[in-house]
């Protein structure tokens, strides 16, 4: 994709050095201090014209939020959505930025550790078997998304592409990962009020399209709440099979 800005885009974002950062790579491992505090931070690779960072995080303030992308003009769009996300939802920008840079050297603007969650939204699928490793969720990038990511890390996938998608649960299979809330189709039953849409996903869902979406379970903390969660609906089963065979009798 290329982008033609507009004339004087340069000046216009680096007057805006309290939202927008173009020297990301001088904050590896110094995230929480940009922030100004200890808050989760978690990153949207690709977020395009910002609408999901945006939106989410006027809605969570208690979370520190990055949008990466490596088009400036997209940052100028992302810039103009997050002003009017906090018109519409109030509160202040304190908790986002963006940043230009391209994601496939994310391992130089964060450090080990350093996130919580990553977003991937509707990435480039790269439907040609010979760019397979250019895929965001292909084992070279899921790696390093591992080690940025900390003990409670995880990440959150989307996408229109059905190819994809069976490229992506595989990929996190064959490493290992565990994998939860998987759905073909997001929005069979209507638009999901507890998810923020991105513009694309607005679009495809409007022209009648699949959305799929998974999470996978990175950090050792979060790995041990699912096995939880899992062990504990696996004794409710249980239990409503027990009363549902007395109700039998």
Known sequence: MRLRGRKGIREALEAQSDLIELNPAAYKGKWSAVFGNDRPIHVELGMGKGRFISQLSSLNPEINYIGVDMYDELLRRAGEKAVLSREENGGTLANLRLALFNIEKIEDIFDTDELERIYLNFSDPWPKKRHARRRLTHSGFVRKYMDVLNENGEIHFKTDSRSLFEFSLNSFSDMGLRMRNISLDLHADGPRTDLVMTEYETKFFGQG???????????????????????????????????SSQDDL
């Open 209 to 243: 399209m699949n959305i799929h979406r998974l999470e996978v379970v990175i950090g050792s903390n979060a790995l041990k709440s699912h096995l939880s969660r899992l062990e504990l609906n696996e004794r409710e089963e249980e239990s409503n099979k027990d009363i």
